[in-house]
């Protein structure tokens, strides 16, 4: 090799070579780790609901039956209307609140310590587990400490708060963090005309932070569909036969329903929770799928 | 065309055709602890381009960030003395910032017009303030103006972000007039831009003086030379030591005084290349 020349450097090219394919592969398997795990899952649960005959006939009965002992004829159709009542509530009280809780801590209040306390309380209450939540919304909500005209009992409205409170530190944090992407020359050139604050934030500041509150949003809000451990606390129901007819109403939720059919002894109603996970997984993934095409088409017109 | 776009009133004008736009009384700037900008004494012709020159960080864009009051958005800047526009103070925390800027609008050193179509970035601003009048002719008006119509007059709802540097610069000029104001400052409103982009914008300049009061920072002593009519030279200050910057005013001028017969040492080494 006439390119290498000794002295005082030892390039140690093999090892170094060696090194970059190593750690690919190593990250390469870990990215497997997950694929696998789902591919995996999804069989199962695939094979599962299909152990009952035809898969297509199964999802179609499951989602049109309310909840039953009879494994030939359980269905979810009353957690499913339960759990897209709690989202379009949980959206309408949630989303206001946290992205109006993120644009004030961002673009009005001024740094300081009080500032700096909010920020680190909103930290910790993303990392709280769920069935906190709950317990705080069965307090608070469902029975108001005691004030029995103010409680909300185990209604969709008791549910749905609580389930805001769930995803609100979430909301808060992405609105800031795309509030933060926003370049300060845009703001300069809006101030420069003579904008005042809010006009500033309205006409330019939220515009284009948009595609990003929405993209963590609708990521929080798929949280709610899932979430199962709070709606025991606040009152869901296991087994009712009629979907709710408004906020006050008694609800069931899909993950709830699905966690009451796993603890049925009867092996017949693998297939019914196999069915169930199967629906809220194509719920969940559709969810994440508004989200992308949302993100995309706002990045696209900019 | 021209003669209709934000003539200054008429009875401010006649009044004090002579008193300048904007003057500056024992000004300091302060960033926290360290002083930017200490005694600045200034005054600022109307209708006339003044150039403020000086080496960098010596406080230039500081200093005319006190005339629209664009120094409010720096968390820990506080500003001392007095800045007067037509005569009236304007510092402290009893003067309407908003209203201020509408009349002394701002260019900016990089391009930075909205991600918004070409229409809507002259639009905008129009809006905001309260415009009735018909807003096609005032985005024309402001266009024609600015030397940018011929060039988008059909791509009018195309992104002002698909513009090229110059025209973008151009649009952010027709965007402050369009709010017609009294004053426009520029920030090196042509260190993002080619020769013949500059050359643009220096005509326009040129064109505008008629009807406005214009402030240039630049680092070209060529363009300073070309296109203004007083100069103001900015330094650090000698004494200050330590490491520390503070701006100082050592000379106002007639431009072409102040190009060939500087009175300050320290201009004359600036201009010349020595200092800087
Ligand atoms: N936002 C700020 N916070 C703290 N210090 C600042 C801030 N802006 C400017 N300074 C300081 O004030 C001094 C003057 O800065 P300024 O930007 O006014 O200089 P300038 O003359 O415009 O320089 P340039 O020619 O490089 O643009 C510098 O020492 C700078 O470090
Ligand atoms: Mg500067």
């Given amino acids: 090799m006439s390119v290498e020349s000794a002295g005082r450097f030892h390039p140690r090219r093999r090892s170094r070579a060696l090194a970059g394919p190593v750690f690919a592969a190593a990250c390469l398997l870990a990215t497997l780790t997950g694929v696998l795990a789902l591919a995996v899952l999804t069989l199962a649960v695939v094979a599962a609901a299909a152990s009952d005959g035809g898969l297509i006939d199964l999802l179609h009965r499951l989602a049109v039956n309310p909840q039953s002992g009879d494994p030939a004829r359980a269905g979810f159709r009353v957690g499913i209307v339960g759990s897209a009542w ?11 609140t946290g992205v109006g809780a993120g644009v004030f801590l961002e673009e009005y209040m001024p740094a300081g310590r009080l500032k700096g306390a909010i920020q680190t309380n909103i930290a910790n209450l993303a990392g709280v587990p769920s069935v906190v939540y709950g317990i705080l919304g069965l307090a608070v909500f469902a029975r108001a400490f005691g004030v029995s005209g103010l409680a909300l009992g185990p209604s969709l409205l008791a549910g749905a708060l609580t389930l805001s409170l769930l995803i609100l530190p979430t909301i808060v944090v992405t609105t800031q963090e795309a509030l933060r992407t926003v370049p300060p020359s845009l703001r300069h050139a809006a101030m420069a005309l003579g904008a005042t604050r809010w006009q500033v934030v309205a006409g330019h500041v939220l515009p284009s932070a948009l595609p990003g509150i929405l993209t963590g949003t609708i990521l929080g809000l798929s949280r709610v569909v899932g979430e199962t451990a709070p709606l025991l606390m606040v009152g869901a129901a296991g087994s009712l036969l009629r979907p709710p007819r408004g906020p006050m109403d008694r609800y069931s939720a899909l993950p709830v329903e699905i966690y009451n059919y796993a603890k049925e002894p009867d092996p017949a109603f693998q297939a019914v929770t196999a069915g169930g996970i199967l629906i809220l997984v194509a719920l969940l993934l559709s969810m994440n799928a508004v989200a992308i095409v949302i993100r995309d088409r706002f990045r696209r017109r900019r | 065309m021209s003669a209709t776009l934000a003539p200054p009133p008429a009875a401010a004008s006649d009044a004090s055709a002579d008193e300048p736009a904007l003057q500056t009384r024992a000004l300091r700037v302060w960033y926290g602890a360290s002083l930017a900008l200490r005694d600045v004494d200034l005054d600022v012709p109307r209708h006339r381009i003044t150039a403020l ?12 960030r006190c005339f629209n009051r664009m120094n409010d958005l720096v968390p820990d800047a506080r500003v001392e003395g007095d800045v007067r526009f037509d005569g009236v103070s304007i510092v402290g925390p009893k003067v309407d910032a908003v209203t201020l800027r509408r009349r002394v609008g701002m260019v900016f050193q990089k391009p930075n017009p909205f991600p918004k179509s070409i229409y809507n970035n002259i639009a905008w601003g129009a809006r905001i303030n309260g415009y009735r009048g018909d807003m096609d002719e005032l985005v024309e008006r402001s266009l024609r103006r600015a030397a940018l119509w011929d060039e988008v007059r059909e791509k009018l709802h195309r992104s002002g972000l698909d513009l090229s540097g110059g025209q973008q610069q151009r649009l952010c000029i027709a965007r402050t007039l369009a709010v017609e104001p009294e004053v426009i400052l520029m920030d090196e409103p ?5 020769p013949i982009s500059t050359a643009r914008v220096e005509d326009l300049m040129e ?12 680092h070209n002593m060529q363009q300073a030379r070309r296109v203004s009519d007083v100069t103001a030279c900015l330094m650090p200050d000698v004494e200050a030591g330590g490491g520390r910057r503070t701006g100082v005013l050592v000379e106002v001028s007639p431009t072409d005084v102040l190009f060939t017969n500087p009175v300050d040492p320290r201009t004359e080494a600036y201009i010349t290349g020595r200092v800087g």
Avoid at chain 2, 207 to 218: A, E, F, P
């Fill in chain 2, 190 to 194: 042509c260190s993002a831009l080619d």
């Fill in chain 2, 207 to 218: 064109d505008l003086k008629d009807d406005y009061t214009i402030v240039i920072v630049t």
């Fill in chain 1, 86 to 96: 709690l989202l379009a509530l949980t959206a309408l009280i949630g989303i206001p």
């Fill in chain 2, 53 to 64: 020159i000086g080496p960098s960080g010596c406080g230039k864009s500081t200093l005319l």
